[in-house]
């Protein structure tokens, strides 16, 4: 069925519009998880198979076209939990998770953005951050409402802390998705601005729908993920930026409303899959502007990922809930760059100041400049079959063919 049909037939049986629907299911209203119609599909949407169960002799029961059955739960028949990321939201009937963008219906879990981003554009790799990844490529970056933390500071609040029904959204399915980054010749998709594990099943089937289109797939996240969710994504994902936002589990439960432990997993999770990783941490002042919290970071990095994962120091500007601080003094940002290169790691950046020399990319052997970056304008690449083009030692990364 095409959207207007649907449309319609909610209309027509509920009396009520679509961004209606998803308040009454935020609500429990009964009688909304209802066969299909007759004549409709009750497929996936995009991987052609039933992700919901088979009522006894009936017709599979299934949400309208914008929502899908959450594929990591577990449910006694009334109550679910979500298994999908470490928050483990135990849900009852009509309950919203802490992400807002998963319900309990029924006795089972639906995510309500599926097919549905509220962010569609076509990004510089390098605004990920990514800056040894397909430099100077361009990314299809797709987003929905939603995130599992509730960082103080969030630049994206407008709709990682919203509903689905909040934010204006469109129709962008799984192979809608693909054949825009096909058209737009993208060699890749990001799952990113919010927070992508919220979109789990969306993020899941475009995933995988673009590598066998040959189409790379980016990972911009908290790293607030379950190990079996990640090890079946990691599957399809290329490449990752993982906000490592302190190296303090208390920090994180005070600034950020999660835990530290998950995404240390998540980061070794997808060096020992081969996923390419780049790791950003913002520097908040008076949170995370502690110099031996930066060397006891380092040295987990160096130790569980080695020294070949950039690593980016991120400026702070005020934002949401901490209007208050000032913005990182760029001496800081400094500060920790010299640390973090002290310490062995070998690609470290500054973020968020323009033109800064701690934005280049210098080989981490003959301290040659190797990519010049000018805001998200590169100069010429100097880098030749992933070798640095004056000394010839590897430089790691992903580079572009020919």
């Not at 999660?258 to 002042?285: D, F, Y």
């Amino acid at each position: 069925m095409d959207r207007p049909e649907v449309d319609t037939l909610l209309q027509n049986k509920h009396g009520m519009t679509r961004k209606e629907f998803l308040k009454a299911v935020a609500l429990g209203v009964p009688g909304l998880l209802c066969a299909a119609p007759a004549g409709a599909s009750t497929r996936s949407p995009c991987t052609g198979s039933i992700r919901g169960h088979v009522l006894k002799g009936e017709a599979p029961s299934q949400l309208w076209k914008w929502s899908i059955e959450a594929m990591d739960y577990t449910s006694d028949g009334r109550r679910v939990q979500c298994g999908v990321c470490p928050n483990r939201c135990i849900l009852e009937p009509g309950d919203r998770s802490v992400c807002r963008s998963r319900v309990n219906l029924d006795g089972k879990l639906y995510s309500l953005t599926y097919g549905n981003p509220c962010a569609v554009h076509v990004d510089p790799i390098e605004k990920k951050p990514l800056n040894h990844f397909l430099p100077g490529t361009r990314v299809f970056s797709i987003a929905t409402t939603g995130c599992n933390l509730r960082c103080l500071n969030c630049q994206n609040w407008e709709i990682s802390q919203r509903k689905p029904e909040e934010v204006r959204h469109g129709d962008l399915f799984p192979e809608a998705v693909v054949q825009e980054a096909l058209q737009r010749k993208t060699l890749s998709i990001a799952y990113t601005y919010s927070e992508a594990v919220t979109f789990y099943e969306y993020m899941f089937d475009t995933a995988r729908l673009a590598r066998e289109a040959g189409i790379r797939n980016v990972l911009v996240s908290n790293g607030y993920i379950n190990q079996k969710p990640l090890l079946r994504l990691s599957r399809f994902l290329d490449g990752a930026n993982i906000n490592l936002k302190s190296f303090e589990d208390r920090i994180y439960r005070c600034l950020n409303g999660g835990t530290l432990p998950p995404i240390l997993r998540t980061l070794k999770t997808l060096h020992e899959e081969g996923v390419w990783l780049e790791i950003t941490t913002l520097v908040v002042p008076t949170y995370v502007d502690d110099p031996d919290m930066i060397r006891r970071m380092c040295a987990w990095i160096l130790k569980e990922l080695g020294p070949d994962h950039p690593l980016h120091f991120t400026r702070f500007h005020p934002a949401y809930r901490l209007t208050r601080l000032p913005p990182t003094p760029v001496k800081t940002l400094e500060r920790f760059r010299r640390i973090a290169l002290d310490e062995g790691v070998r690609y470290v950046f500054v973020g968020n100041v323009p033109g800064h020399e701690g934005s280049h990319t210098y080989c981490h052997q003959c301290g040659r400049l190797l990519i010049e970056r000018r805001g998200y304008d590169l100069g010429p690449v100097r880098i030749q079959d992933g070798r640095c083009a004056f000394c010839g030692v590897p430089v790691p990364g992903r580079w572009r063919e020919g």
